[in-house]
């Protein structure tokens, strides 16, 4: 299992803005990379639609057209759906309870986004390793931007 996610600078700074720009409910995406060896290395970060109907101040739903999209985008590449994102509005970069309930996806990549009175404070990422387990912390590391 991938110990360490690594992001560069621009795909969390676009994540930073995703969440600032849906304060002060949360916001939702999906991690597109791949594995390589005690690295997971995010390569895309697809913002997608919160479509959760009651509190999206504390609970997000990602789009599922947006997330099969992503997933038919990636067939037959060396990428794929390594986690998804979202953000924690006016409340810590640490898993809930309700994310500890509702992770459906064990083994993936869950990147954190603390946003404090409209301000991006923290990123953290957690995986599950098991379903109905807890979230352990994954380490997190800034790559710099590749050039184009």
Not at 62 to 76: A, F, N
Not at 97 to 109: L, V
Request: overall charge negative.
């Amino acid at each position: 299992m991938a110990i360490m996610l690594m992001i560069e600078r621009k795909i969390l700074d676009d994540i930073y803005r995703h969440a600032l720009d849906e304060y002060p409910d949360e916001c939702c995406g999906i991690l597109v990379g791949f594995d390589n060896g005690d690295e997971r290395i995010v390569t895309k970060a697809h913002r997608a639609k919160n479509v959760s109907t009651e509190r999206r101040h504390d609970r997000y739903l990602v789009d599922e057209r947006k997330l099969i999209e992503v997933i038919k985008s990636t067939r037959g590449k060396a990428e794929d759906v390594i986690g998804f994102y979202h953000s924690h509005p006016d409340y810590p970069s640490t898993p809930s309870q309700y994310d500890t309930e509702h992770a459906a996806w064990p083994g993936y990549s869950y990147l954190i986004v603390s946003v404090e009175k409209a301000r991006a404070v923290s990123a953290q990422s957690w995986i599950m390793p098991q379903e109905n387990g807890s979230f352990l912390e994954q380490a997190l590391s800034l790559r710099e931007d590749q050039p184009v």
